[in-house]
């Protein structure tokens, strides 16, 4: 969840390739749920991002970019391995 909220918040997050693969998923079903205009929507995102601002945020500036696009709104890249303990790091970003 914390990663998702700094995604919305930042539009960008490095992270282990596993975990960004599960931001991956869980950032396209929030966008797929934020181009939806019901009220049942906007409180499931509300229940994922904890904050009216980053709802707000998801609704309006970021599912409002991919209206025509029917998924896919994330990129997964690797960028680097980790000097401490060799793990695969990768960024996941919103496409534009």
Do not use: C, P
């Not at 914390?2 to 918040?9: T, Y």
């Not at 499931?44 to 029917?70: C, G, Q």
């Not at 998924?71 to 391995?81: A, D, F, I």
Request: proline share 0%.
């Amino acid at each position: 969840r914390n990663l998702v909220i700094q995604l919305v918040a930042r539009g960008e997050v490095e992270t282990t390739l596993t975990r960004a693969k599960a931001l991956k998923s869980a950032a396209d079903w929030l966008v797929t749920v934020g181009k939806q205009s019901s009220l049942n929507s906007k409180r499931r995102m509300k229940r994922a991002l904890l904050s009216e601002n980053l709802v707000h945020k998801a609704r309006l500036d970021i599912a409002a970019r991919f209206i025509e696009r029917n998924g896919g709104y994330t990129s997964l890249r690797v960028t680097r391995t980790r000097k401490g303990d060799a793990v695969t790091l990768a960024k996941v970003q919103f496409l534009h």
